[in-house]
Structures are given as structure tokens and as C-alpha cells.
């Protein structure tokens, strides 16, 4: 396994963390749709792609990112241009025969999409529906994995308004109800952002409520230790147990993202300083050296922005400069700053997107905030609030 600290991993650099896929196996085969809650860099897509590399015997996975999408009608063409590019669909002579046939919409269909007859308008969510009613699926189970779903959601919000990013969730939950579920077709939807917390906003919880959301927990730290001995197969450098332990207590969240950060910074700072072993202040070292890398984690601060309207930002803000700097802070205070800033009727639902989208919680005492990481909070510190 190689170090890896962008893009989602893939083949021999995926951790296999058997306990979150078998609780997602679970869920698939009870036939659910499903909701993967999780913040950013946690590792959604990631499984995604193990999924769709790794299917049970008679389960097709179809992935699309619809992160730049921002209408309904163009979400249902890029979904049905990726289902009839897809390897199932072209090892499928007759089913290609009949669609091509029965749709006049489609011009050419080749591996890397399909051309669509641009001279007229379709409804591409009912040529969707069309065609996915046609194949014959038998045994089989097709399953569509829709990743950064909810930011197309906030998409069609901003682009257009609340009124077409209601319809969108409801025509996605009509699909889900009505028309594919005795056709083995089933979605499993996720994004960066919590989509509960988007519907929850627009006053449209009951569009999702038939999810089943799968939290991503934390690796264990049998994991974790699992974890950090296949990266270290390929650096220069050993960790004992004992360095291996103050690591994984320094990272406290273990999600692969900050184990991948850590191993590559210590490595880093071996190599720049020439260095056989590793000691505790090395990994001191790394560990700030980390937090310096300002690209990993700026988009922690930057998606408050866009995610909140002014008064709401500067609430956050404040609220995560003060838990930066006292490590914790009480509810009792975090409605004095919500006075303060002019949002003492809503500062909830702001308190609650943060604890969704992975900034906080208040898992150890419910009237006190922390960090989820000390990481995030180190960074936090040292780049935004001073
Ligand atoms: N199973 C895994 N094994 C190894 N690294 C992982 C794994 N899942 C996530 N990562 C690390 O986290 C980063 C972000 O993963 P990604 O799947 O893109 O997360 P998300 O889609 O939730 O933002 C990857 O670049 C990698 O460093
Ligand atoms: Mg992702």
C-alpha cells in the first residue's frame, strides 16, 4: 500500500476496512437505498470504487460524480449516458439492440458515453425510466452510486432555486418508490456535504427519509495499526508500538486521510533531514510540519463560506476560533456568541451542520464542543483564527 493524500485510492492503496463494508454489504443486500453520511476526505468515494471494482456474484455498480451537475435534467442524461456506456449495458447485444430501437434520442453509444440527437429536447428523466424498465435484469441487481449527490442538490438550489432542488429530490425519491424497486435497481447516494443537513434546510427531510444512512465511523485502532504497518512496507524508516500508539493518540479521529498525512509527513521530514530513525521529536516535527501544508485543509474554512449567508458565517467562525483556542467550549457560551452575532434564533441549525459536516461534536458531554480531530483544530488555529 502506498501513501496516497489526494484523490481516492483505489486497488492495492484501499485500505480494506472490512467492518464499514460489510455493515454497507448488509444494507445492500436488505435491498435498501442508501445514504452515505460522512464528511469531506473521510473516504466516500473511495469505498464507492471498491464497490464498484469488488461486486458480489450478480451486483453491477454503476458510479457517476454529479459534482458539476446543477439541473434535474442534465443529472438524468449524465445517468443514463453512464448506464449505457457501462460494461453491463454493451456486453448486452439484444438489450442495446431494443434501446437503440426504442429511443430515438440516442446516436451513438461508445465506452466513453453516448451521443444523444442534440436537435431535440428531451425529458431525459423519463427516457431514464424507459430504458432502465427494459432490461431484463433476472438475478441480477444494478446499483447506481451517485457521488457528490447532495452538492448537486445545492446546485440546483443556487442555480435555479429551492423550488427545482425540492422537485429534484422528488423525482429521485419517486424513482426509488414507484417505478425501479421490484427492478432491482437500487442507488446509493453521497456527498461531502450532509445531505440531510441541505434537505433539512429547504424543508424537505421527507424526500430522503427512506434512506438508510450508513455512518462512516472512525477506523478502530486495531485498524488504524493495521493501517500505518502496510504504508510503512513502503518507506525507509520502522515505528515501534509505542511510536505507532502516540501517533494514532495525537491523530485522536482516525479516519485513513489524517494516518495517510501523518505517515507521508514523517517520511518527509526523514528524507529532508537524512535520518535512519524515527524518535518522538520527529514526530513532533511532522506533525507541524503537516499542519503547514495549508492546501490540505483549507477547504475545511472556504466551504463555510459558501455554505452559510453572512451572520451564520461569522457565528462559525467565531465559534470555531474560540474552540481552537480553549479546546473545548460550552453550550452556554455558544449562545452568547449566537447573541452576539445576531443569530440567536437559528445559530442551532448552523451548530448542527457543523457537527454533520465533521468540523465538531459533542460525543463526550452534550453541553461540550470539541474538535474532531486535533489536527483540524491545530490548523484552524494557526491559519484562520490568528
Ligand atoms: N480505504 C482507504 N484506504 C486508504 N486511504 C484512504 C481510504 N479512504 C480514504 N483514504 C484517504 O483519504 C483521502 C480521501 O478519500 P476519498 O475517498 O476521496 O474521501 P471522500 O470521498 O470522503 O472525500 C484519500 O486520498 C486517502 O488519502
Ligand atoms: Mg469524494
Do not use: C
Request: charged fraction near 30%; avoid cysteine.
Amino acid at each position: 500500500m502506498k501513501i496516497r493524500t489526494g484523490n481516492p485510492v483505489r486497488g492495492d492503496n484501499f485500505f480494506k476496512r472490512e467492518i464499514l463494508i460489510e455493515k454497507l454489504w448488509d444494507a445492500i443486500e436488505s435491498e435498501s437505498n442508501i445514504l452515505l453520511v460522512a464528511p469531506r476526505r473521510v473516504g466516500k468515494t473511495s469505498i464507492m470504487r471498491y464497490l464498484e471494482d469488488h461486486p458480489k456474484e450478480n451486483y453491477h455498480f454503476i458510479f457517476l460524480d454529479t459534482e458539476s451537475v446543477n439541473n434535474e435534467n442534465e443529472f438524468f442524461k449524465r445517468l443514463l449516458s453512464k448506464l449505457l456506456s457501462s460494461d453491463f449495458i454493451r456486453g448486452r447485444d439484444k438489450v442495446l439492440a431494443t434501446i437503440k430501437e426504442h429511443s430515438p434520442l440516442i446516436k451513438r453509444i461508445g465506452k466513453d458515453g453516448v451521443e444523444f440527437d442534440y436537435n431535440r429536447e428531451f425529458n431525459y428523466r423519463n427516457e431514464f425510466l424507459k430504458i432502465t424498465e427494459k432490461i431484463e435484469l433476472g438475478e441480477q441487481k444494478l446499483i447506481f452510486l451517485l457521488d457528490e449527490f447532495s452538492q448537486t442538490v445545492e446546485n440546483i438550489k443556487n442555480d435555479e432555486d429551492e423550488r427545482k432542488a425540492i422537485h429534484f429530490l422528488h423525482t429521485n425519491r419517486e424513482l426509488r418508490q414507484e417505478n425501479l424497486v421490484d427492478k432491482n435497481v437500487r442507488f446509493i447516494y453521497s456527498g461531502s456535504i450532509g445531505l440531510e443537513n441541505i434537505v433539512r434546510r429547504i424543508n424537505a427531510s421527507k424526500t430522503i427519509n427512506d434512506l438508510v444512512p450508513i455512518k462512516f465511523n472512525p477506523l478502530t485502532k486495531n485498524e488504524a495499526e493495521e493501517m500505518i504497518n502496510l504504508l510503512l512496507k513502503n518507506v525507509d524508516f520502522t515505528l515501534d508500538g509505542k511510536q505507532t500508539d502516540f501517533i494514532l493518540k495525537k491523530i485522536e479521529w482516525l479516519i485513513p486521510f489524517y494516518i495517510q498525512l501523518v505517515i507521508q509527513a514523517i517520511k518527509d521530514f526523514q528524507k529532508d533531514n537524512n535520518l535512519t530513525e524515527i524518535n518522538r521529536d520527529v514526530i513532533e516535527e511532522a506533525f507541524s510540519d503537516m499542519i503547514t501544508q495549508q492546501n490540505h485543509f483549507e477547504n475545511w474554512h472556504s466551504r463555510l463560506k459558501t455554505l452559510f449567508k453572512v451572520d451564520e458565517y461569522n457565528f462559525a467562525k467565531e465559534l470555531l476560533n474560540r474552540i481552537a483556542a480553549h479546546t473545548s467550549v460550552e453550550s452556554n457560551e455558544i449562545r452568547d456568541i449566537a447573541v452576539k452575532q445576531n443569530i440567536a434564533e437559528d445559530y442551532q441549525d448552523v451548530l448542527t451542520s457543523l457537527m454533520y459536516d465533521g468540523y465538531i461534536n459533542n460525543n463526550e458531554d452534550p453541553k461540550i464542543y470539541r474538535f474532531n480531530s486535533p489536527i483540524l483544530r491545530m490548523w484552524w488555529w494557526k491559519y484562520v483564527a490568528n
